[in-house]
C-alpha cells in the first residue's frame, strides 16, 4: 500500500512569488491534514480536511495560505505571495474515517520550503 | 490553549544506555498522547500511542512510555539504546474535542556506538 506522497519534495522560491504544495493521501483516507514546522519549532497544525470540506482550518496563519481538496482526494496548499517567514517543512498526513482520536495519522515525508 | 513541553532538546548517548526523555502536557481534560519518530530521512512514524487502559504503553523496537495523569507526563523509556535509534522524537496530544495533533519541539537524540 502507498503512503502518502508529497511534493515537490524541496522548494526555494524568492519572497513574493508563488508556490503551491501537493499532498496524496492513502488512498481511502477520508481525514487530511497539513502541518507546517519552522526551523527549530514545534510541528504546528494548519488545517484538516474531511472529505473535501474543511472541518479546521485554525491554524492557517493568514489569507496568503490557500488549502483546497477537490474531489476529495489530492490536497493543494498554495502561498501567495511567499514571505519568508514561511519557509519550513510542510507536512501532510491522513486517517481513516473517525479522525484521529480513532485512527493514526500516517505522515508524508514532507516539503522543505525556502523562501529567499 | 493546549501545549507539549519537551525539555530535553538533544541528547547523547552510548549504545546500551537507558533513556528517559521528558514530555509534559497542558490540558486538563480527557487526552490521547502520542509519540512520534522521524529517522534520518525518513518520514514520521508512530512509534506508540495511549487512549485508555493500562498507562504503561509498550511501543515498537523496545520502546515504552508511562502516562501519569496527575503530572501531565507521558515519558518516553528504552532500557538499552542502539545506533539505530538516532533519530528525532516528537510528543503529541490530541484532545478529544478535536482531530490535530499538537506537538512538542522534538527531542534529537544521537547514539554512539
Known amino acids: 500500500e502507498a503512503g502518502v506522497t508529497q511534493f515537490p519534495s524541496h522548494s526555494v522560491i524568492e519572497k513574493g512569488q508563488t508556490v503551491t504544495l501537493r499532498c496524496d493521501p492513502i488512498s481511502g483516507h477520508d481525514n487530511l491534514y497539513w502541518y507546517r514546522r519552522v526551523m527549530g519549532k514545534e510541528i504546528k497544525f494548519l488545517l484538516h480536511f474531511v472529505k473535501e470540506s474543511k472541518q479546521d482550518e485554525s491554524g492557517m496563519p493568514n489569507n496568503r495560505f490557500l488549502a483546497e481538496r477537490t474531489g476529495g482526494t489530492y490536497s493543494t496548499l498554495k502561498v501567495q505571495p511567499a514571505e519568508l517567514e514561511d519557509s519550513g517543512v510542510y507536512f501532510c498526513?491522513?486517517?481513516?474515517?473517525?479522525?484521529?482520536?480513532?485512527?493514526?495519522?500516517?505522515f508524508g515525508p514532507g516539503t522543505r520550503l525556502t523562501v529567499l | 490553549a493546549q501545549s507539549v513541553s519537551q525539555h530535553n532538546h538533544h541528547v547523547i548517548l552510548s549504545e546500551a544506555a537507558s533513556l528517559e526523555l521528558g514530555c509534559n502536557y497542558s490540558?486538563?481534560?480527557?487526552?490521547?498522547l502520542f509519540w512520534y519518530v522521524q529517522y534520518p530521512g525518513q518520514h514520521l512514524q508512530l512509534l506508540l500511542k495511549?487512549?485508555?487502559?493500562?498507562?504503561l504503553v509498550k511501543g515498537i523496537k523496545g520502546f515504552e512510555a508511562e502516562f501519569i495523569k496527575s503530572k501531565f507526563s507521558f515519558n518516553l523509556r528504552k532500557p538499552s539504546v542502539q545506533w539505530s535509534d538516532t533519530a528525532e522524537y516528537f510528543c503529541a496530544v490530541v484532545s478529544y474535542n478535536t482531530d490535530k495533533l499538537i506537538f512538542g519541539t522534538g527531542t534529537r537524540l544521537q547514539v554512539f556506538p
Open positions: 490540558y486538563g481534560g480527557t487526552v490521547n
Open positions: 498526513a491522513s486517517s481513516q474515517e473517525g479522525g484521529v482520536s480513532y485512527n493514526e495519522q500516517f
Open positions: 495511549y487512549f485508555s487502559g493500562d498507562p
